[in-house]
């Protein structure tokens, strides 16, 4: 099962910091390129039973989340949308996520690392096998 990992917490004492800095999903690991877009959790208000998260402004749906996963600075969330797989979600969301500029990939499979940085147009069926990749096998 591949996650959306946060880094949304304070290092200091584990309380919500409202920012994300860092984002892991699978193997793949990135870096905010500026100041740490605004992230918030939480019910959506024109949904009541709809959980979503907000990053930059835009809502992902999820339908689970766990606190202080590996330490306490990271939440994990498993993204969901009612007509989409987790993965094909996560592929409109790192494709989101390229196209804004927000983060650097700094770790990840090399196909998966080389696409996130570069400039080339890629198929959506590609990007969702190179979201495949991110899952960690063990």
């Not at 918030?40 to 959980?51: F, K, Y």
């Not at 590996?70 to 409109?92: F, M, Q, S």
Request: proline share 5%; aromatic share 14%.
């Amino acid at each position: 099962m591949l996650y959306l990992d946060v880094a949304c917490n304070d290092p200091d004492n584990g309380l919500f910091a409202h920012g994300a800095p860092a984002l892991s999903i699978g193997s793949a690991e990135f870096q905010c390129r500026r100041a740490a877009p605004r992230f918030v959790d939480g019910l959506d208000g024109r949904h009541p039973a709809q959980l979503d998260l907000r990053l930059a402004g835009r809502r992902w749906g999820y339908h689970g989340s766990k606190e202080w996963v590996g330490n306490w600075c990271w939440n994990r969330y498993t993204l969901a949308h009612p007509h989409k797989t987790v993965r094909w979600y996560l592929t409109d969301f790192v494709t989101w996520l390229r196209r804004r500029s927000l983060y650097s990939c700094d770790h990840g499979p090399s196909d998966f690392f080389d696409w996130f940085n570069g400039s080339d147009a890629v198929a959506p069926a590609r990007v969702h096998e190179l979201v495949c990749t991110l899952e960690e096998r063990s």
